[in-house]
């Protein structure tokens, strides 16, 4: 694979000048970074790993948010597609995932100020300073970044004056094993597990109907995949669900009738109803320790208590949450905390274990910056492996960094935001007792927002909440 340089090194002082913002993912928290970039008069550039804008999204389309049309849609956005006569959905309406991708994101890329900036297919793999590793300090903050591209045809290397990652988690799921490290046993087991929201009554029914289906996880993702299982039991004889956690409790997932997300609110009560009536069996207390092909199905062994317990399952669903990928950032200066993996002065707003998605506290450029200058992680991504994200989190944020990168520092610091409180996630917070979102942790991007809801004709009816 041939290596292609395609900005030339530059000798002068002045090695920023008439480069663009590089935003990595071209998902809605990118979009939008592109658009508040572009009404301050600065230029960027969109790489995305996928063929389209959304891709992660398209990936869980078939899935209902729980947040309404209001909240999706980023203000500079929305500015960009009214001018092009785009008409806005119903601001009532809980979309599904691909219409979110069909109706927002899609329109959005291809305006005209936004189409010519977006690369396709364009996979970042690194990110570095111009001819410095991240040992080299002097004049690294007047340095240009160092972008590393994949494509399919070709690896190149480009430059940019700032960089905002918004790549997300949904492509990097936590390991099924409590210890964070993938299950021990036989490679084998890796083909019947599951991504963490299959589309059950839809492209992958046949792998489903009349299974034994092992979902594991106890946030909202989980939720939303049991629902559409029972569905499928209703119809589809010899359909057995197995639902395991690795807590006590599953109260992050039954949640309260407190929750202004109203659709999420109601998803719990439905579990807990199938599980009271044996539709759903739960094994709370499951802590994975091996995958093992045998006779045509995946044994799933794992402590329980003080002994062990083993499943016999034909799918595996991987329901327990996403991580950031930290690889492609190794040789940039990035401070991130030691247990969720944010920001290191972001972590605290947002710990799983004392906060929910209404509990956060605004928050901007001064909780997003990193010992590298211009170097920005936000979205779904900056919360590392708390599941606590909303899309209205992410828009502040990136129109604060845009804010940052124009000059305005003023403006990047007053940071507002209305989020709605959920009992889902806060339960017992500041009392003593556990946070819901502390009970395992959660699928994300979701994920950005709680990837989950049910959109079955039993169940009326995601990504707009938290704690997936």
Known sequence: MTMTLTVPPRATEERLTGLPVAVIGAGPIGLAAAAQLLERGIDVVVYEAGNQAGAAVSQWGHTRLFTRWEHLIDPAARRLLEAAEWVAPASDELPLGRQLVDDYLTPLAATDELAPRIRYGSRVTAVSREGMDRTRSTGRASTPFLLRIQTDVDTVDVLARAVIDTSGTYSNPNALSSSGLNPLGSPGAAAYISHALPDVLGAERARLAGRRVLVVGAGHSAANTLLKLAELAAVAPGTEITWAIRGADPVRVYGSDDDELEERGKLGGRVHDLVRSGAITLLDRFEIERLDESDGACTVTARRGSGR????????????????????LR????????????????????????????????????????????????????????????????????????DELAGNHAAARQVQLVLPQTGVCSADIGSGGSSCCAVEPASSEAIWEAISSAQSATVDAKSGGCCA
């Open 309 to 328: 317990v083993s499943v016999i399952a034909d799918v595996v669903v991987n329901a327990t949450g996403f991580r950031p990928d930290l690889g492609m």
């Open 331 to 402: 040789e940039i200066r990035i401070s991130l905390d030691e247990i969720v993996e944010a920001p290191r002065a972001l972590a605290p707003l947002i710990d799983p274990n004392l906060h929910s998605c209404g509990t956060v506290d605004p928050h901007g450029v001064a909780e997003l910056a990193h010992p590298e200058s211009n170097f920005f992680i936000a979205g779904m991504k900056s919360y590392g492996r708390a599941p606590t994200f909303l899309l209205l989190t992410g828009y502040e944020q990136v129109r604060s960094i845009a």
